[in-house]
């Protein structure tokens, strides 16, 4: 049974994978968009309907879009926001543009693909809008704060979009995982090698320190799950009746949700820089 189409950014691996497989058995049409036009034909030798779209070049957002409205008779019943990456490095060893390439994926990208989406889904009168955001789009932890702005920022135009959309058949949900099985943190390795240079900053001992996480074999923290605790939550805001606004993943999500509205500011901040 077809149950709609859905359009996932970031399918390459990991969480992406995951829901894209997962949706597609479920009966959806999935189009599986990844950066890398090298990743296509790999995901088309697993079944999948693969096309590329790179977040930080809107022309490739147009394209995209494009074609899957040609592919789908110009209509399209989901978006699930995905493709994105994490920056590591001190809020003062981060350049301007280091930071302008995190919004550009991580921000700029989905809200850019969203507004391409919404004409479509106002003129079918339904539509779901899926984040894939983060425990970390409502807590800060050190040195991450390039990916801490970027999920803070998709929170707030999430909830604001969802109050306009209000009456108009179209529901806006976020995922809000924890820690989650995947290439994250090598992903992140390089981004930080590529943009950091620890010996010229006062935050060398802690970079020590950090790198042994980013480089730690199997899970890095307590609590990891694996992607499928995402494509969990993803089934139930594409196809509730009533989506929640807000899907928390993992333990630590739900921990952290609790602390940050009974603990006073000064004792979340000296519980979370032991983290």
């Known amino acids: 049974m077809h149950k709609g189409s859905i359009l996932i950014t970031g399918c390459s691996s990991g969480i992406g994978l995951c829901v894209a497989h997962g949706l597609r058995q479920r009966g959806y049409r999935v189009f599986a968009t990844v950066r890398n036009p090298a990743d296509v034909e790999a995901l088309a030798q697993q079944g999948l309907e693969s096309l590329p779209l790179d977040l930080a070049n809107p022309a490739s957002i147009t394209g995209a879009v494009n074609t899957v409205l ?17 920056q590591s490095g001190a809020v003062e060893d981060l350049s301007r543009a280091t930071l302008r390439e995190q919004f550009e994926t991580n921000v700029f990208g989905w ?50 979009l969802r109050l306009e959309l209000r009456g108009t058949g179209i529901h806006v949900s976020l995922i809000e ?20 240079d620890p010996a010229q900053s006062v935050h060398r001992e802690a970079y020590e320190h950090m790198e042994q996480r980013l480089t730690k074999e199997g899970p890095a923290v307590p609590f990891t799950l694996p992607p499928e605790a995402v494509l969990k939550r993803v089934i139930h805001a594409l196809e509730s009746p009533r989506p929640k606004a807000r899907y928390p993943v993992t333990f630590p999500t739900y921990l952290f949700a609790t602390l940050k509205r009974i603990l006073p500011v000064r004792l979340l901040d000296r519980m979370l820089h032991g983290i």
């Open 70 to 86: 040609s592919r789908s008779d110009g209509r399209l019943d989901a978006v699930f926001h995905n493709g994105a990456y994490g």
């Open 111 to 160: 809200h850019e693909l969203t507004n391409c989406l919404l004409p479509v889904m106002r003129e079918q009168g339904h539509g779901r809008i899926i984040y894939n955001s983060s425990v970390l789009g409502f807590v800060a932890l050190r040195y991450r704060g390039a990916y801490n702005a970027s999920k803070y920022a998709i929170e707030g135009l999430a909830d604001t």
């Open 177 to 196: 995982p924890g820690p989650i099985t995947s290439l994250f943190r090598v992903n992140a390795l390089a981004a930080y090698q590529r943009n950091i």
